[in-house]
């Protein structure tokens, strides 16, 4: 939002202009007024990372950690609601790091903020992302035993299952730290579903640490993963390190690992088929005008035929099919309309098939 500043600047001075800046006092403050294009929003609630991962380059050009006052968050989820949203996302780079000021004094962390989230009327389902294991709290944990509206979906990245490569990532855990939060999840939500993040490659991983990888994976189940082969970013303390594991080793590791969580997606697919699901109905199947297309608590796509199904509405559906990268259903009842008319822009929104 400094850019018609800075070009300006360049007009009058006839000089190369560089900003790289992090003013605290202008973050978030050129944001667009909310407005809702369907049921799901995304609402921004943090911006930037304190972390300093080896690898990894947001503190350098998002800048530290900086929340959001709360009750700009609140207002904004609530006029949201008032358009029709019914599912809300909470964004920023390390969301569980929230601590938004509150007008009159006092701070809330992510999990209080969680809970107001969800008392506004209207709103029935949360989501978020990106959070980091280390401010993975008892309280936010506890969140989805008391937060219904609280998704059975969590994406938590590890990237790596080996503590020798945690270390040298400065990810500020240990595999028996990660395990530790999957187990309390899913003491309080037993049918959660669980994605990450992995690197493979990354400076002197070898055989036996990539092992370590694959059998966390296999331990905890995850069914969906952002994985990338290492690369160095410059600037970062990795970017230093010999990058000696060869390429071609790095793209089957790689391979490996996709395998290994399409399986497993694959499986925890095909035994949701029988099953009822209450899904967001958000648009219409890209690849069939004629169906609907929403998401279940576990993030799976759904697409459907639904006479009596209107965009915005929940409805109970029961999976017939699992695909490669979505689920077929009928409906089984239990609608539940919006009471705000939606956008008419929503009724052009699609999903893959």
């Known amino acids: 939002h400094r850019l018609p500043a800075m070009i300006k600047a360049l007009k009058s001075e006839r000089q190369p202009r560089i900003d790289?800046?992090?003013?605290?006092?202008?973050?978030?403050?050129?944001?667009?007024?909310?407005?809702?294009?369907?049921?799901?929003?995304?609402?921004?609630?943090?911006?930037?990372c304190s972390k300093y991962c080896t690898f990894c380059v947001v503190p350098y050009t998002r800048?530290?950690?900086?929340?959001?006052?709360?009750?700009?968050v609140i207002t904004e989820i609530v006029e949201l609601a008032e358009q029709g949203v019914r599912e809300v996302t909470l964004l920023g780079q390390n969301v569980n790091a929230y601590a938004g000021a509150r007008h009159g004094g006092g701070m809330l962390d992510f999990?209080?903020?969680?809970?107001?989230?969800?008392?506004?009327?209207?709103?029935?389902?949360?989501?978020?992302?990106?959070?980091?294991?280390?401010?993975?709290?008892?309280?936010?944990?506890?969140?989805?035993?008391?937060?219904?509206?609280l998704v059975s979906h969590l994406h938590l990245p590890v990237q790596s299952g080996s503590d020798r490569i945690l270390s040298a990532m400065k990810r500020r855990y240990r595999i028996a730290d990660y395990?530790?939060?999957?187990?309390?999840?899913?003491?309080?939500?037993?049918?959660?579903?669980?994605?990450?993040?992995?690197?493979?490659?990354?400076?002197?991983?070898s055989a036996?640490?990539?092992?370590?990888?694959?059998?966390?994976?296999?331990?905890?189940?995850?069914?969906?993963?952002?994985?990338?082969?290492?690369?160095?970013?410059?600037?970062?303390?990795?970017?230093?390190?010999?990058?000696?594991?060869?390429m071609e080793e790095k793209r089957e590791r790689l391979s490996r690992l996709q395998a290994l969580i399409d399986s497993q997606a694959s499986a925890i697919s095909a035994s949701m088929v029988g099953t009822t699901q209450r899904i967001l109905v958000d648009g219409?199947?890209?690849?069939?005008?004629?169906?609907?297309?929403?998401?279940?608590?576990n993030n799976r796509v759904v697409n459907f035929v639904g006479d009596d199904v209107s965009i915005g509405d929940f409805v109970d559906v029961?999976?017939?099919?699992?695909?490669?990268?979505?689920l077929r259903a009928e409906v089984v009842g239990g609608v539940t309309s919006t009471s705000v008319m939606m956008n008419p822009a929503s009724l052009g929104a699609s999903v893959l098939d």
């Open 111 to 149: 999990a209080e903020l969680l809970a107001y989230a969800s008392a506004v009327d209207g709103i029935d389902r949360l989501r978020y992302t990106t959070s980091h294991p280390v401010d993975f709290t008892d309280e936010l944990i506890d969140a989805y035993r008391h937060i219904p509206e």
């Open 284 to 297: 219409v199947s890209r690849k069939n005008a004629g169906h609907l297309s929403g998401r279940t608590e």
């Open 318 to 326: 029961r999976i017939t099919e699992a695909l490669p990268n979505s």
């Open 208 to 246: 036996e640490d990539f092992n370590a990888t694959m059998d966390l994976i296999e331990r905890v189940g995850f069914d969906h993963s952002f994985s990338f082969i290492y690369s160095a970013r410059p600037g970062t303390p990795a970017a230093a390190l010999a990058d000696d594991v060869p």
């Open 179 to 205: 395990e530790a939060i999957i187990a309390g999840l899913l003491d309080v939500r037993p049918d959660i579903s669980l994605s990450s993040d992995f690197i493979v490659g990354f400076p002197r991983e």
């Open 20 to 48: 790289i800046s992090f003013p605290e006092i202008e973050k978030f403050d050129a944001l667009a007024p909310p407005r809702s294009e369907g049921p799901k929003a995304y609402v921004s609630i943090m911006e930037g």
């Open 63 to 72: 800048g530290e950690e900086f929340s959001r006052p709360f009750d700009e």
